[in-house]
């Protein structure tokens, strides 16, 4: 991937970070993009509540991940770190 296309992506991933945050910090969580692989598997990490919550991964893969797909096809998943 060239490095244009993976800072165009990562403003992308960043844009869609905003919007899904103040759902987050509403229940005392948060969210940081730590990286994307060359593979377009973006790694995040969870902050405060969410960190810690049961619910984590659920949040992640039906919130995050499926808000970041819809928006940006190219994704292929989203993890945390």
Do not use: F, H, W
């Not at 991937?1 to 990562?10: D, F, G």
């Not at 869609?16 to 990490?45: K, S």
């Amino acid at each position: 991937m060239a490095i244009e296309e993976k800072t165009e992506l990562q403003e992308k991933v960043r844009k869609v970070i905003e919007q899904l945050r103040p759902y987050l910090q509403a229940d005392g969580g948060d969210i940081q993009l730590v990286n994307i692989t060359d593979e377009n598997v973006v790694n995040v990490e969870l902050l405060g509540a969410c960190g810690s919550c049961p619910y984590s991964q659920m949040t992640l893969k039906n919130g995050v991940e499926e808000a970041m797909r819809k928006a940006i096809p190219e994704v292929k998943s989203v993890e945390t770190i």
